[in-house]
């Protein structure tokens, strides 16, 4: 009984550790340029928008 037990546990830790979000957020998995300058703690987004990354 006990190697059923350790077998359905084996089993249960593979099959949830195997579960993963596949939801990202639009633009590819992108973080909006918002999202950006918080995390980085820059005081404009404009670096961070699509059409400003080379300037």
Do not use: D, E, H, W
């Amino acid at each position: 009984m006990k190697i059923i037990n350790v077998l359905v546990a084996a089993l249960l830790v593979a099959f949830l550790g195997s579960c993963y979000p596949t939801q990202t957020a639009g633009n590819s998995g992108k973080r909006p340029p918002g999202q950006v300058k918080k995390a980085t703690g820059s005081k404009s987004a404009k670096p961070y928008a699509p059409g400003q990354r080379k300037k």
